[in-house]
């Protein structure tokens, strides 16, 4: 037992020594519990060790190999962990507020309920990590790769996931209040009854992304691409489609009063019974739309595309249509002007 551990010892580019039990590295006995708050373990060598419960703010852990570790509950508060080896790492509960993760492997490793408020966690690998219940509130994830994690009820309130890679990850139910996801891959991810509300995703990649009863109000989608995307019941009031890809989009039931979908292209999307009341379709490619029973009181279709469009008993009572004449009250299935009988 000592052989071996004398042989780990001199593994470690640092002041390390070992007792019968425990490696020591610079006066921190590597064990659970341990109270060692601002050493210095970088490029340390702790894997496959169980560090639960330990004290390690403030710690210098850069390019540490912490990989398979047990570290419930461990105290990594403003601790940096820079291009640290953290794959597998069991993180359940941590504290990692104000801690740097830049560039950190955390490959499937376990963060469910750990607080990682205003941590760094930039170009960080999080494939397939768990992240559920998560605290993410401030976090910088900018171009972190999240392909396929688990983030269900994840909080993340005005987080900045710019450039991030969520390809099929879970979010559902998940808290994105203001975030900033501009550019981000969310390609099949799961956003059921997530809260985007007055979050940044201009430029966001949602292809084919389920987002039935996700709250998106007043949020801006500028030129993102929701191709083929489940938006069924959404809560879409006031957002920006500005330019948007939404054709293919299923958006039964959605709720989009005022949103601004000028020049959006909404080719084949089914909008069965959505409400958009007051909503901007100037310029729009409506072109096979699906506007049956949908409530368009007050919308803006000047010089939108309404070829092959269906208006089966919609409503566009106040309706601007696409060569500017006003729908008089009670137009349904289509728009009447004043000039026309009823």
Not at 98 to 107: D, I, Q, V
Not at 209 to 227: M, W
Not at 242 to 249: I, T
Request: hydrophobic share 40%; aromatic share 4%.
């Amino acid at each position: 037992m000592k052989r071996a551990l004398f042989a780990l010892a001199l593994a470690l580019p640092l002041a390390a020594t070992a007792t019968a039990e425990n490696v020591v590295i610079n006066g921190c006995i590597i064990k659970p519990g341990t109270l060692c708050p601002g050493v210095d373990l970088h490029h340390g060598d702790v894997s496959r060790s169980f560090l639960h419960g330990a004290d390690l703010s403030k710690s210098d852990l850069k390019g540490a190999n912490i990989s398979g570790v047990y570290l419930h509950k461990t105290n990594f508060s403003q601790a940096d962990l820079s291009a640290a080896n953290l794959e597998q790492a069991d993180m359940y509960a941590v504290n990692a507020s104000r801690a740097k993760f830049h560039s950190a492997n955390l490959t499937a490793a376990n963060l469910s309920h750990a607080t990682l408020t205003e941590t760094d966690l930039h170009w960080a690998n999080l494939t397939m990590a768990r992240l559920e219940k998560a605290e993410l509130r401030s976090a910088l994830l900018q171009e972190a790769n999240l392909h396929n994690a688990r983030m269900e009820q994840v909080r993340a309130p005005r987080a900045d996931f710019f450039k991030a890679n969520l390809n099929s990850a879970n979010l559902r139910r998940g808290d994105l209040l203001e975030a900033n996801l501009s550019e981000a891959d969310l390609y099949k991810a799961n956003l059921t009854e997530a809260n985007f509300l007055r979050a940044n995703l201009r430029g966001a990649r949602l292809e084919e992304a389920q987002a039935d009863s996700a709250r998106f109000c007043g949020a801006n989608l500028t030129e993102a691409n929701l191709k083929n995307a489940s938006l069924i019941e959404g809560d879409l009031c006031e957002a920006s489609f500005l330019k948007a890809k939404l054709n293919g989009a299923d958006m039964r039931r959605a709720n989009l009063v005022r949103a601004q979908l000028e020049s959006a292209d909404l080719r084949g999307a089914n909008l069965d019974s959505a409400k958009l009341s007051y909503a901007n379709l100037r310029g729009a490619k409506l072109t096979g739309t699906n506007f049956h029973r949908a409530d368009l009181t007050g919308a803006d279709l000047t010089g939108a595309d309404v070829s092959g469009v269906d208006l089966t008993r919609a409503i566009l009572s106040g309706a601007t249509w696409t060569d500017g004449k006003v729908c008089v009250d009670g137009s349904r299935g289509g728009c009447r002007d004043r000039k026309e009988k009823p």
